[in-house]
T-cell receptor
């Protein structure tokens, strides 16, 4: 299964931007980069995904390196509600699409 | 619009017993996946159902089996329970096999004693 590497934890202050890094050096051409987050006592929640180009949605932005070996999830203004475990996942293309392989994720702490 | 629902919320079983967990997908969704999440770990993919067939399977033994019904709801069955099966079991639904966004339910907390 395709692997990703994320820092175990990060901290941020409320209303400041947060950049969550992810390394995926073994990514192949058909692998999509997905981000999910899991708030305490809840199931994971989709955040954003991309293939090659940077992506923006109402929750976050995804910056993908030109060689696609790394990506960064950007929360533009962190709120206390953004405190969660953030998972960077490679959604393998082809017949394995939809089989999400979660790693340990990054625990994001947001300080008031 | 109801999201993904799972039942029961919590369950306590004894080693060797069998358990059935249930999942109703989000309205309009036809694909259901099951995940196991041990304490402090990320979710691990068990299997995926679409058109009442198992389409993909993760690295789980045959003790784990499932079913999808014509209304797209799904069951996860685990036989011969082990202590190590204690975990949060998550159900996720999506529209079709290639949809990028999966919606997760709140999970069923299974404790095996």
């Amino acid at each position: 299964d395709a692997k990703t590497t994320q820092p175990n934890s990060m901290e941020s202050n409320e209303e400041e931007p947060v950049h969550l890094p992810c390394n995926h050096s073994t990514i192949s051409g058909t692998d999509y980069i997905h981000w999910y987050r899991q708030l305490p006592s809840q199931g994971p929640e989709y955040v954003i995904h991309g293939l090659t180009s940077n992506v923006n949605n109402r929750m976050a932005s995804l910056a993908i390196a030109e060689d696609r070996k790394s990506s960064t999830l950007i929360l533009h203004r962190a709120t206390l509600r953004d405190a969660a475990v953030y998972y960077c996942i490679l959604n393998v293309g082809g017949t394995s699409y939809g089989k999400l392989t979660f790693g340990q994720g990054t625990i994001l702490t947001v300080h008031p | 619009d109801a999201g993904v629902t799972q039942s029961p919320t919590h369950l306590i079983k004894t080693r060797g017993q069998q358990v059935t967990l249930r999942c109703s997908p989000k309205s309009g969704h036809d694909t259901v996946s099951w995940y196991q999440q041990a304490l402090g770990q990320g979710p691990q993919f068990i299997f995926q159902y679409y058109e009442e067939e198992e389409r993909q399977r993760g690295n789980f033994p045959d003790r784990f089996s499932g079913h999808q019904f014509p209304n797209y709801s799904s069951e996860l069955n685990v036989n011969a329970l082990l202590l190590g099966d204690s975990a949060l079991y998550l159900c996720a639904s999506s529209q079709g096999l290639t949809n990028y966004e999966q919606y997760f339910g709140p999970g069923t907390r299974l404790t095996v004693t």
